[in-house]
C-alpha cells in the first residue's frame, strides 16, 4: 500500500462548479500536509500546506485534514478554466523527504 | 525569485549510452532531490542530498547514480541507459532551516530512451 494514495481521475467539471480534490494517508505520524499544482509540461509548484488537523484557506482554495481518517482534500471553489492542472498531495515524513500522492488531472471547460 | 533549473527540457539517447542530468538552484538550500514521474505512478524520490559530497538512495535508486560537489548543483547520471527510464525527471531542492515543507521543483526533464 502506498503511503499516500490519490485517485488520478481524470476530473472534468464546468466552470464556476466546486472541485473536491482528496488524498488518504497511512501513517499517522504525518503531520505536515502539501498540495502542489502542476500545469502542463511544467515542474510542481505548492499551492498549501497544513500543519496537523483543521482547515486553511487561501481566496479560492481550502485544505483541509482530518488526521482521525487519515483524510487530505482540497477544495476549489467557482472553478476557472486556468485552474485546470493536475494536483498532487503530499506529507513530510519528517525525515525531510516528501511522500507524493499520484496526482489528479483536472480540467475546468469554459 | 527562486529558481531552479534544469539542463535539458528535452533529451533523446540511445539504449546503453551515459545520460548526465544536471540541476542547479539559486536559494542557497542545503536540501536537493532528483524525483521521476510517469503516469499512475506520480513522483518517485531516486536520490536526495542533504549538503555538499553526501547523498542518500530514495525509492527508486536502481539503474541512477548522483553527484553533489558543489551546493548548488545537483547531477543525475543514468549509468547505462534503458528503454523503462523513460520518463520526466523532475529537481527540486529546499531548506530545512526554512519552510522545510516546501521543495522547489525545476521545469522538468523529458528523456526518451530508444
Known amino acids: 500500500q502506498k503511503e499516500v494514495e490519490q485517485d488520478p481521475g481524470p476530473l472534468s467539471v464546468p466552470e464556476g462548479a466546486i472541485v473536491s480534490l482528496n488524498c488518504t494517508y497511512s501513517n499517522s505520524a504525518f503531520q505536515y500536509f502539501m498540495w502542489y499544482r502542476q500545469y502542463s509540461r511544467k515542474g510542481p509548484e505548492l499551492l498549501m500546506y497544513?500543519?496537523?488537523?483543521g482547515n486553511k484557506e487561501d481566496g479560492r482554495f481550502t485544505a483541509q485534514v482530518d488526521k482521525s481518517s487519515k483524510y487530505i482534500s482540497l477544495f476549489i471553489r467557482d472553478s476557472q478554466p486556468s485552474d485546470s492542472a493536475t494536483y498532487l498531495c503530499a506529507s513530510d515524513n519528517q525525515g525531510g523527504k516528501l511522500i507524493f500522492g499520484q496526482g489528479t488531472e483536472l480540467s475546468v471547460k469554459p | 525569485d527562486v529558481k531552479v533549473t534544469q539542463s535539458s527540457r528535452y533529451l533523446v539517447k540511445r539504449t546503453g549510452e551515459k545520460v548526465f542530468l544536471e540541476c542547479v538552484q539559486d536559494?542557497?538550500?542545503?536540501?536537493m532531490f532528483w524525483y521521476r514521474q510517469d503516469p499512475g505512478l506520480g513522483l518517485r524520490l531516486i536520490y536526495f542530498s542533504y549538503d555538499v559530497k553526501m547523498k542518500e538512495k530514495g525509492d527508486i535508486p536502481e539503474g541512477y547514480s548522483v553527484s553533489r560537489e558543489k551546493k548548488e548543483r545537483f547531477s543525475l547520471i543514468l549509468e547505462s541507459a534503458s528503454t523503462n527510464q523513460t520518463s520526466m525527471y523532475l529537481c527540486?531542492?529546499?531548506?530545512?532551516?526554512?519552510?522545510?515543507?516546501?521543495?522547489?521543483f525545476g521545469p522538468g526533464t523529458r528523456l526518451l530512451v530508444l
Open positions: 527540486a531542492s529546499s531548506s530545512p532551516h526554512r519552510s522545510r515543507e516546501t521543495q522547489y
Open positions: 536559494m542557497d538550500h542545503e536540501n
Open positions: 497544513t500543519y496537523s488537523s
